[in-house]
């Protein structure tokens, strides 16, 4: 029987997020207004109204949630803007897999490249520590405990440690 796990991740908004969203808008209706100003009647509602539009899809790309969904031994990890537009962020090998930890910070990966894909208001992420096109690479992640025990199964042993 194949091993299904899926979970998705909404990311919180923080306020670096909600700041940015602010000033979109605001530059959005500052470009509109100046736009608008150099044309009349019909012309003018087309610019302001295609600036609000571009405004609104910029503030919509913003909207992030990332998806586990664990096969096996293998991981797919996607990112969804938007709830609409996905993207594949990777796919790892839980057989190739080096080291996976469950941290309260990252200190420790300094010099490695990093894939942040987590509820950023989680206290305690997992450190999936693997090689991505031939280069060392830490994923840091927040899955749930169904998907943690399904992702374990498939681990060599040592790979797993608990703190």
Known sequence: MEEINEQLVKKEDRLEDILKRVGILIF??????VL?????????MVVVG???YGGVHILNITKIEYEYSQVLD????????NKSKRKQ???IDLKEVKKFIKVKNDNEIKNM?????FD????ENYN???RIDNENCVIIMSPNNKMVRGMKNQFKNGVYEEK
Do not use: F, H, Q
């Not at 608008?36 to 003018?44: A, M, T």
């Not at 293998?74 to 803007?81: A, G, P, Q, S, T």
């Open 36 to 44: 608008g100003s150099y044309v009349n009647g019909i012309l003018y």
């Open 120 to 123: 950023v208001e989680k206290d």
């Open 128 to 130: 999936l520590y693997t």
């Open 89 to 91: 962020l990777g796919v």
């Open 28 to 33: 959005v209706g500052m470009i509109g207004i």
């Open 50 to 52: 295609t600036a609000i």
């Open 74 to 81: 293998e991981l797919r990890i996607d990112v969804i803007y």
């Open 113 to 117: 490249k990093k894939i942040k894909c």
